[in-house]
């Protein structure tokens, strides 16, 4: 018995332990599987990898540049010249043949090069830019998980709900059938009934692919399919914001927004465009230490055209070597007197860049003071919503019930209790996604001011103690 327990055990958790399997698991156990498979965050990493990058190549300008060169040439010339013998003039065929070898070795080193050292500063700024953009990145991972988790366990009771309101009007439609046939109600009854009964079924049909969608949406985030979500039980708090004051909320969140944070760098980064473009005005002095070396090997041939001589009608070669050393340093100085006003176009691009960029920044700071009132007063509107539609829930069962014992009685109508029925189903449907949003009002305020991390998913973790089948 205990083997087999255990084997059992052993099966399930290599079962669970499997990626891409479908299993039960809570707002963390997601979270966890999206930080791990989720390709936007992947590629927000990928990006802020690369824009690390800013920094070292900005460096690299300031540092000694060694370079090397070296080439190998043949050539061979045919010509014919005037030639004077003691015969008279002729013309002599002369072959000149050369290899060539050089190199060189260069060494510069930056003295003074103004773009070099406001583009180092800039890399500086690029690099607190790429930080705050990856942990932008993943706090909206958070709120990505925990909407596509939320959605799913509200289309879920969305589905539950239409389910119960299907089979409670397949009841009625059975029992009007029933009283039709000896003469209680009219066919008018049994036709209501039967229409609601169409309704209801339709409605499961939307139900079920609203399911399956938001299963999809989720795992397109995590990578991986759930067949058992946690919930919200009945018991979890609705804590108001601390402190519980709007303006504060505000206040942190114009100091704090990542959003906010990554446009303020943006417009410092404008800004030292300006004054990298304005060093096209600026002279420029590099320290130049290069050395050189060439090396040819030549030689002219002919065939002695003179009867005198004696070695007429022989080929004759003469060498022509030569080699060259080179050592040099040099201050180089570059100033510019006119490029045509390019230089003064750079410069007015970029205070044009900066000036966008500053509107930018305005534009997201009164961004996130809007969406941080919104999610504030959503939080504290959402807690008097999930009150308010809990108290409905329960005013619509009582509701319903008193409407089918007037049914029976004949002092209501099938009508009635279709209505009836149907508020309960808002009601329930309601209630249901108001403690989801309130949940993700609390997680998109937390964002808002910059403080969303994986303590925040832990701690609304806690507010989930059911499990749901989310098949």
């Known amino acids: 018995m205990k083997s087999t327990l255990l084997r059992t055990a052993l099966l399930t958790a290599a079962a669970l332990a499997l990626p891409g399997l479908a299993s039960a698991a809570d707002l963390t156990e997601v979270y966890h599987r999206a930080l791990r498979n989720d390709p936007q965050l992947r590629e927000a ?29 043949h050539d061979e010339l045919s010509s014919t010249s005037p030639y004077f013998t003691s015969t008279g003039f002729t013309l002599l065929p002369t072959v000149n043949k050369s290899d060539t070898k050089q190199w060189a070795l260069q060494l510069k080193q930056t003295l003074f090069r103004w773009d070099q050292f406001a583009m180092l500063k800039q890399a500086d700024v690029q690099v607190a830019q790429a930080e705050v953009d990856y942990r932008a990145a993943q706090q909206t991972l958070i709120v990505r998980t925990a909407t596509a988790y939320f959605n799913v366990l509200a289309a879920r009771d969305t589905l539950d709900a239409a389910e119960a309101s299907r089979e409670a009007i397949a009841r009625q439609l059975e029992q009007a059938q029933k009283r039709f046939e000896v003469g209680l109600i009219a066919i008018t009854d049994v036709e209501e009934a039967k229409a609601a009964n169409d309704q209801a079924i339709a409605t499961v049909i939307g139900a079920k692919r609203t399911l399956a969608t938001t299963r999809d949406q989720l795992r397109e985030v995590t990578g991986d399919a759930f067949d058992d979500l946690a919930r919200p039980g009945d018991d979890m708090p609705l804590v108001n914001p601390d402190p519980v004051n709007e303006d504060q909320w505000v206040k942190t969140a114009l100091d704090q927004n990542l959003a906010l944070s990554s446009a303020r760098l943006a417009a410092d980064i404008a800004r030292e465009n300006i004054s990298v473009a304005r060093s096209g005005h600026l002279p420029t ?23 005198s001589s004696p070695t007429f009608g022989q080929l004759l070669a003469f060498p022509a070597d030569s080699w060259n050393n080179d050592r040099q340093i040099a201050l180089q100085l570059t100033v510019p007197i006119y490029s045509g006003g390019y230089a003064s176009s750079k410069v007015r691009e970029a205070v044009y860049r900066h000036r966008a960029a500053r509107e930018h920044l305005e534009t997201t700071a009164r961004a996130t003071e809007r969406s941080t009132r919104d999610s504030y007063l959503g939080v504290i509107s959402e807690i008097s919503r999930v009150q308010a539609l809990k108290q409905a829930v329960e005013s619509s069962k009582t509701a319903l019930a008193a409407t089918e014992a007037g049914y029976e009685v004949g002092t209501r109508t099938a009508v009635d209790v279709l209505l009836a029925r149907q508020r309960l189903f808002d009601a329930q449907t309601n209630y249901a996604r108001s403690r989801y949003d309130y949940v993700l009002n609390v997680l998109t305020l937390e964002q808002a ?22 098949k």
């Open 449 to 470: 001011v910059g403080t969303l991390d994986e303590t925040r998913v832990v701690r609304v973790n806690g507010w989930l103690s059911q499990t749901v089948s989310v």
């Open 45 to 73: 990493e990928a990006n802020h990898m690369a824009s690390l990058e800013a920094r070292p190549q900005a460096l690299s300008s300031l540092l000694p540049q060694l370079t090397g060169t070296g080439s190998y040439a």
């Open 285 to 307: 002095l590099d320290l130049v230490a290069r050395r050189s070396g060439v090396n040819t090997s030549a030689t002219t041939s002919y065939t002695d055209p003179d009867p």
